[in-house]
């Protein structure tokens, strides 16, 4: 056993210096530079996500959006920490020790984990709270005698809460603690009802902000980026493909026999229900969307299947063993490539000529810095006398991916609008008619980008326009254009 913790720890401590070296080399993806311009903007709740990523990354900046390097240390911590909490977990619920730590090894090696939450996304902080929830309301229902129970169940719900304030469907976890309490003997305690209304404190300016705002993030995850939604073949299969890529094809099969397995075994014992309750209630809402949603990421229905190999750790079934070991080989190869892709530069040499380089998308990690110095050199050029702080100046782009790294990049002291096609954060930011008043505005783009026309300026000319070629493994990953627009100047050409 003291071969398999070791094993486990030194895994761990080497994938922390491998992000630690990360941290140090890549940016931000588009999704985690939206994420840090929320520390420019404190809201309790943006279009997309409730605001508890935005508190994160502006403490991480000291009220400023913080640098990458500062914010890959911090997942980089959290993710180490949380394969010995996964560890607690499992022997909480009744878990063998050498099975605990299988399920520590497991959540090690699955990409969506390993690869994912490297990112400062909602999911990387909802993972380790709904970890500490299984944990905490594991502790509160067992059946023992603890006079620490009613400490258990307010941990429970505090957590639950702030899941919910992370990433909304983390709500959820205040029903699975509602409904598993309401099996046990405990329901006739005003615990796990305090705790439930904990964690409703906790997530209260999220909805707050919802009713007052009239409900601008559910119109937008439900309505406005569902304009195609609707099931169909397309959605099925990529739902389906999406979990043999993120959780691995071995790890995938398996979830599907842990999930048969933990429906017969559902009402074993308090930590059993607890378990299935957490993956049943969830999995419906999940999947519903994940098969709706023509815009639906497979990360989403992730929080359903956490609880899978908690369950089967207290009881493998014959084949898992083997069957684990297998997946673990599987997925950590891919995680392992993975980084290497992402990490070793004459990577991108291997796509085959031809290929448009925006399909890699590793590629979203690097350039930015050359593009946001070539910025900030054309807006220092461009202050004249009449505007020596720069204020009469906007920074547009054609879509919120572009927009959110110059925001994040540039920092609170550059104006920043966009022109996504449908509404946005930086509508409420920088409005469009605020942005369009400007006396100059930098539109900036790139090659992902290249049919999306620069917006309509009437008493706007175009002055000036420049471009930064970014190379990665000897081949051209992003092109970045800068064009001017400027209210008074005479066009150089139409």
């Not at 603690?177 to 003997?185: E, G, H, M, Q």
Request: aromatic share 8%.
């Amino acid at each position: 056993m003291k071969r398999r913790i070791l094993a486990l720890a030194a895994l761990v401590l080497v994938a922390t210096l491998v992000r630690l070296h990360a941290a140090r080399v890549v940016g931000f993806g588009d999704s985690e530079a939206l994420y840090a311009c929320y520390a420019l903007h404190p809201q309790a709740a943006y279009l997309d996500h409730p605001g508890l990523v935005g508190v994160v990354m502006a403490e991480l900046g000291g009220g400023g959006a913080p640098s990458p390097t500062t914010v890959h240390t911090l997942t980089t911590v959290l993710l180490a920490l949380s394969i010995p909490l996964a560890v607690l977990v499992a022997r909480a619920s009744r878990a063998s020790e050498g099975a605990a730590l299988g399920v520590g090894f497991v959540l090690f090696a699955v990409p969506e984990l390993a690869i994912g939450l490297f990112g400062l996304t909602p999911d990387a902080l909802l993972f380790p709270t709904t970890l500490l929830f299984l944990l905490f309301a594991t502790l509160a229902l067992r059946p023992e005698d603890d006079a620490r129970r009613p400490v258990w169940f307010l941990l429970a719900g505090l957590s639950a809460g702030v899941a919910a304030s992370a990433k909304v469907t983390g709500i959820l976890l205040l029903v699975v603690l509602a409904v598993a309490s309401a099996r046990t003997a405990r329901a006739r305690t005003p615990w796990p009802w305090l705790g439930i209304l904990l964690g409703g404190i906790v997530v209260s300016p999220v909805v707050l902000y919802e009713i007052r705002h009239g409900f601008p993030m559910a119109s937008h995850r439900l309505v406005s980026t569902q304009a195609d939604g609707g099931f169909s073949l397309r959605n099925v299969l990529a739902f389906a493909g999406g979990q043999l890529a993120y959780v691995s094809p071995v790890f995938a099969i398996l979830a599907v026999a842990a999930a048969r397995r933990l429906w017969r075994a559902r009402n074993a014992d308090p930590q059993a229900r607890l378990l299935f309750l957490s993956f049943a209630i969830q999995a419906p809402v999940l999947g519903f969307l994940a098969l709706w949603s023509r815009v639906a990421e497979p990360h989403w229905f992730a929080p359903a299947l956490l609880a899978l190999p908690f369950a089967e750790a207290r009881a493998p079934g014959p084949l898992t063993r083997r069957l684990a070991h297998a997946g673990f080989g599987v997925a950590l190869g891919l995680t392992a490539l993975v980084h290497a892709w992402v990490l070793v530069p004459a990577s991108a040499a291997l796509v085959p000529a031809g290929v448009d380089p925006k399909v890699d998308i590793a590629n979203e990690l690097y350039g930015w810095n050359q593009a946001l110095a070539h910025a900030r050199d054309v807006l220092a050029s461009d202050r004249g006398p009449g505007d020596p702080d720069g204020s009469g100046i906007a920074v547009v782009g054609p879509h919120w991916t572009v927009c959110a790294q110059l925001h994040a990049g540039l920092g609170r002291g550059v104006a920043v609008g966009c022109d996504t096609p449908i509404r946005d954060d930086f509508d409420g930011w920088l409005p469009r008619h605020a942005w369009r008043a400007r006396e100059k505005i930098l539109w900036v783009s790139d090659n992902r980008f290249a049919t999306a026309p620069a917006p309509s300026l009437p008493g706007h000319s175009r002055t000036l326009e420049s471009r930064v070629r970014v190379m990665r493994g000897g081949r051209t990953a992003r092109i970045f254009t800068f064009t001017v627009f400027e209210r008074r100047a005479q066009a150089l050409w139409p």
